[in-house]
């Protein structure tokens, strides 16, 4: 089998990813777990072939970058299959990739379990929105529906900066400028100050992933633009302290003060999984309240989590509260509420 065929029979599958490694059979994970495709191990000459095979579908990409710093991250798509975000690497001197697969469409958030409150981030005009979580967690997918949704009911300029390139959004209400790191442009900090001169109403930034890109980004939401971006973070208190600490210390206090006039909301989410066999997402939410500005501003910021998880209002929800709820829903056991809850002894009485 070619490439294209273990990629449509991996998308038949519903995988989230496939796994080209040498020393083992071609792999996806279907539901966090993995299963094999191939009946032997594959051979550094197997998985050579199959990565050049994945180049020769984005036309114009060589291999040089791989070859150089042993790593590329690019997207392709497989006509009539599906698109796909391909991480390509050297490990023990031979090629591997992980493939990640993306809908052409994007998807209904009620299907996925998105609640009306988290795409309800689209609401807001201007400031800065952040969803977090950890590494595959349906981050990309949110901000996804929450971009599909600003474009469906607002007449703004959308600019979208990837790394690389997921869903693909169609002109809607909205014009939507989608950008992608090293091909369209240099890098998110090129990319985020040349934004900002390009009308935006509306930007998702792939990822914050320095102090200067996420010094631009908050000035940009400043000065009345909406920033939507990511965090590898869970917890509204861990995401605010890891933007404080990328800055030097001298810059901290000043940081804390503009962050606390800027940001809007933090949504921490996880994929958790449920007695079906799928994956749910459930979430964390936050919305900055003037209480939890002056928390930022005067550096009371382990003070959040608490305000959170005892909070009842619309405005905030703790990742506990919405394990509760899945758990009494029957859509998730005790045991996977337990082990994803921040506080897992005061879920376990609530339980």
């Known amino acids: 089998m070619n490439i294209t065929e273990y990629l449509t029979e991996a998308t038949d599958q519903g995988a989230s990813d496939v796994f080209i490694v040498v020393g083992r059979p071609l792999s996806i994970k279907v539901n966090g777990i993995l299963r094999e495709m191939t009946d032997s191990p594959l051979m550094p000459a197997d998985t050579e072939q199959l990565i050049k095979e994945i180049y020769d579908m984005d036309e114009g990409r060589d291999m040089d970058r791989l070859i150089k710093s042993g790593d590329d991250d690019f997207s392709f798509a497989v006509r009539g299959v599906s698109r796909f975000?391909?991480?390509?690497?050297?490990?023990?001197?031979t090629l591997a990739a992980v493939v990640r697969v993306i809908t052409f469409q994007i998807p209904e958030p009620a299907e996925l379990g998105i609640t009306p409150e988290v795409l309800g981030l689209a609401d807001y005009t201007k400031g800065l929105v952040l969803v977090t979580g950890p590494a595959g967690s349906g981050k990309s997918t949110t901000l996804a529906c929450i971009i599909d949704q600003i474009n469906s009911t607002r007449e703004n300029h959308i600019i979208t900066l990837e790394d690389p390139l997921e869903f693909l959004h169609s002109h809607k209400k909205s014009i939507v400028s989608q950008r992608e790191?090293?091909?369209d442009t240099e890098s998110y900090i090129a990319a985020l100050r040349a934004a900002l001169r390009q009308s935006p109403d509306a930007i998702l930034l792939g990822e914050?992933?320095?102090y200067e890109t996420i010094q631009v980004a908050m000035t940009a939401?400043?000065?009345?633009?909406?920033?939507?971006?990511?965090l590898h973070t869970v917890g509204a208190a861990n995401t605010i302290d890891r933007i404080i600490d990328v800055f030097p210390p001298n810059q901290q206090h000043q940081i804390a003060v503009q962050l606390s006039m800027v940001l809007r909301a933090v949504v921490s989410q996880q994929l958790v999984p449920a007695v079906d066999g799928r994956r749910i997402p459930v979430f964390e939410r936050m919305t900055v309240t003037p209480a939890i500005r002056n928390m930022i501003r005067e550096n009371k910021i382990h003070q959040i989590d608490g305000v959170v998880y005892s909070s009842n209002t619309g405005e905030m929800a703790s990742m506990d509260n919405g394990l509760q709820k899945l758990y009494k829903s029957g859509r998730?056991?005790?045991a996977a509420a337990l082990q994803y809850a921040s506080n897992p002894e005061m879920l376990a009485k609530k339980l």
């Open 85 to 93: 975000r391909a991480s390509v690497y050297k490990q023990r001197g």
């Open 181 to 183: 790191i090293n091909s």
């Open 208 to 210: 914050m992933r320095d």
């Open 221 to 230: 939401a400043e000065t009345g633009h909406l920033i939507l971006s990511t």
């Open 332 to 334: 998730i056991t005790a």
